[in-house]
């Protein structure tokens, strides 16, 4: 395959994952229209969440969200959802991403990048989720040293997006349940305006 060639596959391929990206936070943003509560208490859950997400502790993700949620008066469920922003499509970044910035942070020995890369490999692959899993949790209990300084990395790698889901969130939430006051102050009007006519016309009557 020439280089033209090479260049437009991965071109394609990038335009499929961050389409598959797109599609699947569209996903979530429907199911946080859909829970219940006052804007601070949902924003709350899928900041924790998120936070969460990021950090690489995918067997226990929706565990420590949901405890951690509980503890700051945050939405369960909202923290449930946010951990899904991390999945099989953004985990390879995330861990990638957290390695990069804790080494950047905390020095180590960059001998054990080529262990990252391969796990990035194995991440990207086809193979069932369960096996990623098993991989993640063999390479994390065989590298703890990269661990910790990874644990690090997304540490201060997740305070923006923390930050930033908290207040998006709360701006939608807000804006939904306003949306709801006002369809259901206008149907309660409507309902009363109903009333009276029929009322006015048992009167004539």
């Known amino acids: ?70 503890v700051l008066h945050g939405s369960k469920p909202a923290a449930a959802i946010g951990v899904w922003v991390a999945n099989p499509l953004t985990i390879p970044l995330f861990y990638y991403s957290s ?45 703890f040293g990269v661990a910790c300084m990874m644990l690090g990395g997304s540490i201060v790698l997740a305070v923006i997006p923390t930050i930033v889901t908290y207040f998006l969130t709360r701006k939608l939430i807000a804006g939904t349940y306003t949306s709801v006051k006002v369809i259901s102050k206008s149907r309660y009007k409507n309902d009363g305006n109903r009333q009276c006519g029929e009322e006015s016309d048992d009167d004539i009557a």
């Not at 391969?118 to 949790?137: C, D, H, N, Q, T």
Request: glycine share 12%; net charge positive; proline share 4%.
């Open 99 to 143: 390695y990069k910035v804790g080494v950047g942070l905390f020095g180590g020995n960059r001998g054990d990048g080529p262990n990252i890369d391969l796990m990035i490999r194995v991440m990207e692959s086809g193979i069932p989720i369960a096996e990623k899993l098993g991989l993640i949790k063999g390479f994390l209990a065989h590298h």
């Open 1 to 70: 395959m020439n280089q033209i060639g090479q260049k437009s596959l991965m071109s394609n391929e990038n335009i499929t994952y961050w389409n598959k990206i797109k599609k699947h936070f569209c996903s979530l943003l429907e199911k946080i229209k859909r829970l219940q509560g006052n804007p601070h208490y949902i924003a709350m859950g899928m900041a924790i969440g998120v936070f969460v997400g990021v950090t690489p502790t995918i067997p226990f993700h929706t565990a420590l969200a949901i405890v951690l949620a509980f």
